[in-house]
């Protein structure tokens, strides 16, 4: 087997980093329905393949040359995977499937060399007409997970089950009233200790900008088992986009959000909150209207022009560890156009065309009181078509010095990759990682995973071969 390991390529103009790329075998996907990098379990780099009608296992050593490959036998009753759980010693994999007309969710459990070391029933849903469409969502840790689906009209059902030990923790169903699932339901958290936090927003539109709220519902260890529900106000402004974390820390749930005062078509600021569920009027709320410079600087026009941020999206929020955050936002859109085709028998045909937009990022610091410690803009433009935009965006990798904001320049074959290097003061560069040309890689940043504090693994998609991409990344002194 030939494997490119290339020491690329970059030495900075400062002279202070360089990176060691290494580069696997390309993998045939014409079979797979999709595919998990798990990560570096006890050295084993490891890749989950789910082909439709059978489930492998493929493991690579440091230089990522594949040393085995196994066969994962789930149950024969046409299983579906819901979730596959990688942690520091083992791999999880979640599914569902029916017998006798009975829906059911199992889990197994495997260890560094793919066997099988334990296999529990999680839930027997009974003889639904359907099966559940669950979404899974995993705590911190990673040792719980939070099942759940939405049954209309306005019933959550929730199960908590903790990976680590493999027991059910609890379940629990929620009814809520006068819910408007695709415009109220806005995200549902698990703690480390398996507490749930459910947020529904309410009144998020200019007519009733007034009664503005979020509707949070906590339920778990925390609060004895009992349902603590409780509302936050807004205070008229309008939510153009949130996203909410639990700090398991402190045990309080924060968000960072943008919201707008006239209408919803652009953002004029951000806002933060950081309330205790076990004494909600322990809370902090505050906005802050965005600066003339920011905008202009994030738009790239003129000071005296700051009519708000159109087109911006919260990709993520990262605690500190004081209780405040880094709240980082992007500049994205889709458009979709009209190709016409030629002349057919049946008329003039014509096909529709995405355009995908992800340019310019965002970060602002967050002290605990609600106060801005700082902003950063970090530039980039990335555009491409009718790919679900699964090349552009980024990967951030986490250190306990910096963040790392790694992207590709350009969405094409042949293309550079950079990163922002971001301290804890908000001071950061910019530094060219490696180069695509000639190497046959196209990489998805947003499916990577990180692997130790200097190391991640991208994969590599391109003409329907995989190939795995491990990047270390390393100071010079």
């Known amino acids: 087997m030939k494997y490119l390991i290339s020491l690329l390529f970059l030495l900075y103009q400062t002279s202070l980093f360089t990176q060691i790329v290494t580069v696997s075998e390309p993998m045939t996907l014409r079979n797979d329905a999709s ?24 493991c690579f050593n440091e230089d990522l040359k594949q040393i085995w490959e196994k066969e994962i036998e789930l149950d024969k009753k046409r299983p579906q995977i819901t979730g596959i ?52 969502i995993r705590s911190d840790d990673r040792s719980k997970i939070l099942a759940h689906y939405f049954e209309r009209p306005n019933e959550f059902h929730v ?22 699932y695709d415009e ?51 205070k008229d402004h309008l939510t153009y986009d949130v996203y909410f974390a639990y700090d398991n820390l402190n045990k309080h749930l924060v968000a960072g959000g ?18 205790d569920p076990k004494d909600p009027s322990n809370l ?31 990709q993520e929020v990262v605690l500190r560890r004081d209780g405040g955050i880094l709240l980082i936002g992007e500049l994205n859109k889709i458009s979709e156009r009209t190709n016409a085709g030629p002349s057919s028998y049946y008329g003039r045909g014509s096909t529709n065309i995405r355009d995908y937009y992800y340019d ?16 950063n803009v970090m530039h980039k433009k990335q555009f491409s078509q009718d790919d679900g935009a699964i090349y552009s965006s980024y990967f951030l990798a986490k250190t306990s010095s910096a963040l790392r904001v790694i992207f590709n320049d350009e969405i094409k074959y042949e293309n550079t990759v950079s ?16 180069s695509t040309e000639n190497q046959q890689l196209r990489l998805r940043f947003r499916d990577s995973i990180q692997t130790g504090s200097d190391e991640i693994i991208i994969p590599s998609e391109r003409r329907n071969r995989l190939k795995l991409v491990k990047v270390i990344f390393n100071r010079r002194t």
């Open 85 to 136: 759980l990688p942690s520091k010693n083992d791999f999880s994999v979640l599914y569902q499937y029916k017998i006798k007309g009975n829906s059911m969710l199992k889990c197994h459990k495997y260890d560094a060399g793919a066997n099988l070391v334990d296999s529990v029933l999680v839930k027997n849903y009974g003889d639904l007409f359907y099966t559940p469409n669950l979404e899974i």
């Open 419 to 434: 990163e922002y290097v971001i301290k804890g003061n908000g001071e950061h560069d910019r530094n060219s990682v490696m």
């Open 159 to 180: 199960l908590v089950f903790d990976v680590e030990k493999m027991e059910f923790l609890w379940e629990k169903d929620f009814l809520l009233d006068d819910l408007n």
């Open 284 to 314: 902090t709320l505050t906005f802050h209207p965005f600066g003339n410079e920011f905008v202009a600087t994030l738009l790239e026009k003129s000071k005296n022009k700051n009519k708000g941020i159109p087109e911006v999206s919260v």
């Open 184 to 234: 109220d339901f806005q995200q549902i958290l698990v703690g480390n200790d398996g507490t749930m936090q459910l947020i529904i927003e309410k009144n998020n539109r200019k007519i009733k900008q007034e009664e503005h709220i979020f509707e949070i519902f906590s339920y778990g260890i925390e609060t004895d088992f009992s349902t603590v529900r409780y509302t936050v106000e807004m």
């Open 258 to 275: 943008l919201y707008s005062l006239e209408h919803r078509g652009r953002a004029e600021g951000s806002y933060y909150l950081n309330v």
């Open 360 to 375: 310019d990022l965002f970060v602002i610091s967050i002290h605990p009181n609600g106060n801005i410690h700082w902003t």
């Open 35 to 58: 595919y998990d990098l798990l990560g570096n379990i006890k050295g084993n780099i490891l890749l989950f393949r789910d082909q439709l009608t059978e489930f492998k296992v493929q």
